[in-house]
């Protein structure tokens, strides 16, 4: 899976939502975006995972526009335990060989 | 979602000793497993693709003969810091994906082993 582009950083009160914007350029036809989350001293937690369009769950909405050069990760009314790390990663997961090369992420602060 | 487990969860031994971590799947099977590592305030880095009933493969710069991979079965892989030195201290995480009918391919990580070598 390639490396992204996402912010580094994002600061949040409680309750608003929180959208992260991530970019990948080079995606390809067989590629799937996912997000992951992560606490410290945690594995990674799988989010969402999309293709194209809208994807929603209980805990997050994944938009990706029709060009799929990017995708946003949004979150709903933010709690103090949604600051984490999330990553944006995509890659073609039907590959067996399909690893998961994580970039830096975007550090999510909640506060009151 | 699917359940990987990995033991021990922190460990903390001499240097040139062997350490060896265990990663599971407990509610499905996994024909691929992935080892990674993370520094403090840093991102995963793959390690190896650990496959079952065959050789694993490394990254670049991550040496075979002192991290050790046997994925034995479809629910286990470990790992084995072999001779292992204050720089390899770290969190080493493990992953299986769900291959599973209905499944999305997704992977599922372990909850991390805190490796610390004195």
């Known amino acids: 899976l390639a490396k992204t582009t996402q912010p580094i950083s994002m600061d949040s009160y409680e309750g608003q939502e929180v959208n992260i914007t991530c970019s990948h350029n080079?995606?390809?036809?067989?590629?799937?975006i996912t997000w992951y989350q992560q606490f410290p001293s945690q594995g990674p937690r799988f989010i969402i995972q999309?293709?194209?369009t809208k994807v929603t769950n209980e805990v997050a909405s994944l938009f990706i526009p029709a060009d799929r050069k990017s995708s946003t990760l949004s979150l709903p009314r933010v709690s103090l335990s949604d600051t984490a790390v999330y990553y944006c990663?995509?890659?073609?997961?039907?590959?067996?060989?399909?690893?998961?090369?994580f970039g830096k992420g975007t550090s999510l602060l909640v506060t009151p | 979602g699917a359940v990987v487990s990995q033991h021990p969860s922190r460990v903390i031994c001499k240097s040139g000793t062997s350490v060896k971590i265990e990663c599971r799947s407990l509610?499905?099977?996994?024909?691929?497993m992935f080892w990674y590592r993370q520094f403090p305030k840093q991102s995963l880095m793959l390690m190896a693709t650990?496959?079952?009933?065959?050789?694993?493969?490394?990254e670049q710069g991550v040496e075979k003969d002192k991290f050790l991979i046997n994925h034995a079965s479809l629910t286990l892989s470990t790992l084995t810091v072999t001779s292992a030195h204050p720089e390899d201290s770290s969190f080493y995480i493990c992953?299986?994906?769900?291959?599973?009918?209905?499944?999305?391919?997704?992977?599922?990580f372990g909850p991390g082993t805190r490796l610390t070598v004195l």
């Open positions: 650990s496959n079952e009933g065959s050789k694993a493969t490394y």
């Open positions: 992953s299986a994906r769900d291959e599973g009918a209905g499944s999305l391919n997704e992977q599922f």
């Open positions: 509610d499905f099977q996994a024909t691929t």
């Open positions: 080079n995606i390809a036809t067989n590629d799937y």
């Open positions: 999309g293709y194209k």
């Open positions: 990663l995509w890659g073609d997961p039907s590959n067996s060989g399909y690893a998961l090369n």
